[in-house]
């Protein structure tokens, strides 16, 4: 099912994609995210938190790198959400991405899925069905 393209941002090093899916929003960032690239993933998931989309799923599939700022945003944006009874959801993550998620124990805090189409599979079940990497892949 396509539900087509909301909107993207791109700098030289990140490109975010964001489309809609039913009630949940899938924001794609792609390349590097790290201090000089942040605010190209926090413009959209503030805007989409904003427009009323508290289940957020970031399909982590095509991130080759993340620091510590782009960890702050996706943390920042897993608060707001959870205050407006929804959540940040993460698919999809190469093993160099997940490894920071592991190190600084972030990983604890999120639901974490091994495809968008698990995570948006998971819609009903919510909050921390899934964890890890394991599953029906």
Do not use: W
């Amino acid at each position: 099912m396509d539900h087509g393209t909301v909107g993207s941002a791109q700098s030289g090093r990140l490109l975010v994609e964001v489309r809609e899916a039913g009630s949940s929003a899938v924001v794609t960032p792609a390349g590097e995210l790290d201090h000089h690239t942040a605010d190209l993933l926090r413009e959209p998931l503030d805007h989409l938190l904003g427009k009323g989309f508290a289940r957020l799923v970031v399909d982590c599939s095509r991130l080759e790198f993340c620091d510590s700022t782009g960890l702050n945003v996706l943390l920042g944006a897993r608060l707001r959400a959870e205050a407006a009874g929804g959540g940040v959801h993460l698919a999809g993550m190469l093993p160099v991405v997940a490894r920071v998620f592991e190190i600084t124990g972030a990983e604890a805090v999120f639901t974490v899925h091994d495809s968008v189409e698990a995570a948006l599979a998971d819609e009903d079940g919510g909050s921390g069905a899934s964890g890890g990497s394991g599953g029906t892949g």
